[in-house]
Structures are given as structure tokens and as C-alpha cells.
């Protein structure tokens, strides 16, 4: 018995030695990389009203971190053409708040579909601070009320709530008709939105799917002129909110106005630069291109020869296959000074 003990005992040291050297001996493993959690669709809507609750709070360090740093920002209507860059962005909405310290934002559309974003919002306040002018000249405050919807569309970075790039857009003629700077026909002072604004997230869909493909061939009509081919995709009982207009259009108006913009501009042409869909409703960010050889009778203007670019964009609602209601939102200001006779 003692001599099979001390044979056991050294095979039993001898394979813990093997055990030793062979561990010793083995890579080591390295960690597995974690994928990111992917960032949900009500993740994103959170995220999007805290910054604009941001905005309205003047919380400005908070607030420059909806964007990345490279950001870029088209600002119509309110701020500058185009900023590159956070820190330009925050420095506009700096010089917003300036001329309206109570201005303010409040949701009334939100659509979501992945990395993209577009809403309205009612934007209101009071012009109780200086504003710049369109020369670069510091103006008086006018102390006069203000209330207008403002669209806003942003594309965010896929892995991060970072706004990436962005196109914000409100009336810069109804703005300055509101406040008593000019007497163009604007938009009526809005006092009053939804008290809540409507969540739309998209399911990507058959649904969805079908919306987009009409838009997409009524936009392909609208570049031939074609208004009856318009007018397939267009509910008889639809309406036409265009934010630059007094008043709300129906479908024999809004065929009026397309009519006129071809006569003015007869090379009109609409480029998209986005379109996506979200339950009944598709966003469309594009730019209106064209020269003016023609009289232009909703703004009084004879031809000029001028060309425009004019960036937009179109929130359209569909029902039962066809568009029951749509928000336009360009700088009619912005239009107009590209008309204007040169000095």
C-alpha cells in the first residue's frame, strides 16, 4: 500500500505540473466587444422635446449638446441661410432670444422614422429685444406679439441623439407682417396650438410603403406641370395649409397656385433631398429651383429674369391612398429678396 501511495502522489504532482504549464501556456482571452444598445424611436421623441425644452429654458450649454460638433444648420426665416458647426448654431438661437426673451416652442407634429425627425411646432413670443436687419443694421424693438408654425427637420447620427444636420423653417414675410415691418399679406397671429403635440412613429409598413410611392409620383407630376396628374394624389375636400399664404387653400386653389408658379417660372422644378414616411403622414425636404421669365400675380411682381433656389418642406397626411392635408414651409421673404432689382 505505501508504495502504490507514492506512485499516485507523483503522477497526481506530475499532471497538476501538465495542468500548470498548459495554462500558463494558452492565450489569453480577450472580451467580447458589446454592441450598442440601438437607440428606440420613443428614446429619440424624448430626447427631441427635452432639447426644445431646452431651447425655451435658455439652457444653453444643455442645449448645445442636441448637436454634433460638425453640425450643419439651414435657418430660414429667423437666423442665417446656413451655420456650420454647434457652436454657430447655439450663437443663433443666442441671438433668437434676444429679440423675443419669452419666445418660445410648442410641439404640435412629431414624426419619427429611425434617424429622422420632422415636426411643427408653434413658434410665439414677443419682440420686446433689438433683432438685426437685413443689412446688418440693429433695429428697435416693435414690442409686438408673434405666432406662427415653424417646421423642422433633422437628420441625427445613427448611433447617437446628435443632430447632424437640420433644415428649420418658418415665413420671415409673415414674422415681419406680425410685428409691423411690413405690410405684405402674412399669416394671422397664432395664438393658440394643441396642448399636446401628436406622436407619429413609423412602421416601415405596406401602408407607409404605398404613401410614399403617391408622393413620389405626385411630386413626378408636379416637375412635368402636369396638374392633372397632381390632382390624381389630391383628396377632393383636401387642405392646403402653405405657411407664406393668409389663409388655408382647398384642392381648386392649390391647382390655381401650382398653374400660376409654372406660368412665372416655366422651368420650375422640385429636387427632393428627403422623403420618408411615418403612419399616414411623409416628410419631404427639397428645393425649389427656377427662373422667373413670367408675371407673378400672387406676389404683384412682373417678370424679373431672376433665378431662385429656395429650400422647403412638406408634411403631407394621407388618406385612403391620397392627400387629405398638407403643411408647406418656405421663406416667402427669403423668395421675394431673390426677385428684388438689384441695386
Known sequence: MPHRQRHNTAATMILSLAALASACSSPEKTPEATTPKPI?????????????NQFNDKKWTEFRQCYAD?????QLGYGKPTLNGADAIITSSQDFAKLSPDGHGEGQ????????????????????????????????????KFGLLFGHAVELDPAANKVVNELGVMDGGTFANQLGLSKAPGRPLMAKGAAMPLVVIAKNDEMEMKNLDADKAQWAAWNKHDQAGVDLYVTDDSVFHDTTQPKDMNKAEGSAMN?????????????????????????????????????FPAMKLKKTGKKVSEPYLEIDRFEGGKIKEAWLFFDNAMFASQLAPSN
Open 70 to 74: 460638425n453640425a450643419t444648420s439651414r
Open 40 to 52: 428606440t424611436a420613443e428614446e429619440r421623441v424624448q430626447w427631441y422635446e427635452q432639447c426644445w
Open 109 to 144: 407634429l412629431i414624426l419619427v422614422n429611425g434617424n429622422h425627425l420632422a415636426s411643427v411646432y408653434l413658434l410665439s413670443g414677443t419682440n420686446s429685444g433689438p433683432m438685426t436687419g437685413p443689412e446688418g443694421k440693429e433695429m428697435k424693438a416693435t414690442n409686438k
Open 259 to 295: 398653374k400660376m408658379f409654372w406660368k412665372a417660372f416655366s422651368d420650375a422644378q422640385l429636387t427632393i433631398s428627403s422623403m420618408w414616411a411615418a403612419g399616414d403622414y411623409v416628410a419631404v425636404t427639397g428645393t425649389f429651383e427656377g427662373t422667373n421669365d413670367g408675371d
